[in-house]
C-alpha cells in the first residue's frame, strides 16, 4: 500500500484524500447519530448529556463548514506525500505488528497532546475568533466534528508532519491517525454519555468532558485523555455546567406554564 500511495501523482493523492475525509466524516457522523438517536435509547442504554433543542439551521451550518474542512483535510494530504516524495520523511515498509501497534499508540498520545496546545491556542484572545465558529455549536452533534474554521482545520490537520520527520513509520500507522482521530471526535461531541457508570476521570468519559468545554466554553482542552489538562490545570470539575443546564431547565419550565 505504501508503494501504491508513493506512486500516485499530486492530483490523485489529492483526490484520495477528499474522497476519503468526505467518506469517514459522513460515515463516522452517521453512524454515531443512528446510535445515539435510535440504537442506545431504545436498548435503554446511556443517556443524553444536553436536554437543550440544537440551534435553528445548525445541522445545515455543521454540514457546511465541515465540508470546508474536508476539503482542507484532502487536499491537504499533498503535505505528507510531498515529505516522502522530497525525502524528508520516509515509510518503514517492514514494520512488524507489534512496532505498527506501538507506533500507533505513539501517535494517539502524540495526537492528544498536538490537540491540547492547538486548542489552547484557539481559546487565546489572537486566535480564538477562529475557533468561535466551532463554538456555535453549544448542544454538539457528531456532525460538529469537522465544523471548524479553515484556520482551525490547518491548525488541526498537521498533526501527522512532525512524527513523520522524527521517524519512519508504517503507512498502516500513519493511516490509523484520521481513522481513531475521527472516532474520538465523534465520540466527544455525540452529546451522549455512553458509559454513565464510569467516574469522570475515566477514558471512557470523554463525551462528558468534551459536552463540558462547549457548555462552558472554556477548559477541558484534551482530546480522549486528561493528562494534558491536569498537568496545566485547566481540567473543569464534573459539574461545571449545571447553572447552564439548570437556567435552561427553569426556562423550559416557565414556558409549559405560560
Same mark, same amino acid.
Given at each position: 500500500? @505504501? ?11 489529492? +483526490? ?12 463516522? =457522523? ?7 438517536? #435510535?440504537?442506545?435509547? @431504545?436498548?435503554?442504554?446511556? &443517556? ?6 440544537? &440551534? ?7 454540514? @457546511? ?10 487536499? =491537504? ?15 518503514? *515498509?517492514? &514494520? ?34 477562529? $475557533? ?9 452533534? *457528531? ?5 471548524? $474554521? *479553515? ?57 462528558? #468532558?468534551? $459536552? ?17 489538562? #491536569? ?10 455546567? +449545571?447553572?447552564?443546564?439548570? &437556567?435552561?431547565?427553569? #426556562?423550559?419550565?416557565? =414556558?409549559?406554564?405560560?
Amino acid at each position: 500500500m @505504501a508503494h501504491v500511495f508513493l506512486s500516485l501523482s499530486a492530483w490523485q493523492v489529492m +483526490a484520495v484524500g477528499l474522497l476519503f475525509f468526505g467518506g469517514i466524516y459522513l460515515l463516522f =457522523g452517521a453512524a454515531t447519530w443512528l446510535l445515539t438517536h #435510535r440504537i442506545l435509547p @431504545a436498548l435503554g442504554v446511556g &443517556a443524553v448529556l444536553d436536554p437543550r433543542p440544537l &440551534a435553528p439551521g445548525q445541522l445545515r451550518r455543521e454540514l @457546511a463548514q465541515s465540508g470546508i474542512s474536508v476539503l482542507i483535510f484532502g487536499l =491537504g494530504m499533498i503535505f505528507p506525500w510531498g515529505l516522502l516524495q522530497l525525502g524528508w520523511a520516509r515509510l518503514d *515498509p517492514d &514494520a512488524g505488528a507489534g512496532q505498527i501497534v506501538l507506533e500507533i499508540l505513539a501517535l494517539v498520545a502524540w495526537n492528544d497532546v498536538h490537540f491540547w496546545i492547538n486548542h489552547r491556542l484557539l481559546h487565546t484572545r489572537l486566535l480564538r475568533r477562529f $475557533h468561535l465558529p466551532h463554538h456555535r455549536s453549544v448542544v454538539t452533534t *457528531p456532525f460538529s466534528t469537522y465544523s471548524f $474554521h *479553515p484556520i482551525e482545520a490547518l491548525m488541526l490537520g498537521n498533526v501527522i508532519l512532525l512524527p513523520m520527520m522524527l521517524h519512519d513509520f508504517s503507512f498502516w500507522s500513519l493511516f490509523s491517525v484520521p481513522l481513531f482521530s475521527l472516532f474520538f471526535n465523534c465520540v466527544g461531541h455525540a452529546n451522549y454519555d455512553f458509559f454513565p457508570r464510569v467516574s469522570y476521570a475515566h477514558w471512557f468519559a470523554a463525551s462528558r #468532558r468534551h $459536552h463540558l468545554h462547549h457548555a462552558c466554553y472554556r477548559g477541558n482542552y484534551g482530546f480522549q485523555f486528561t493528562f494534558m489538562d #491536569r498537568l496545566f490545570r485547566t481540567r473543569l470539575q464534573a459539574d461545571a455546567a +449545571a447553572p447552564q443546564l439548570g &437556567a435552561a431547565r427553569q #426556562r423550559d419550565a416557565l =414556558g409549559g406554564r405560560a
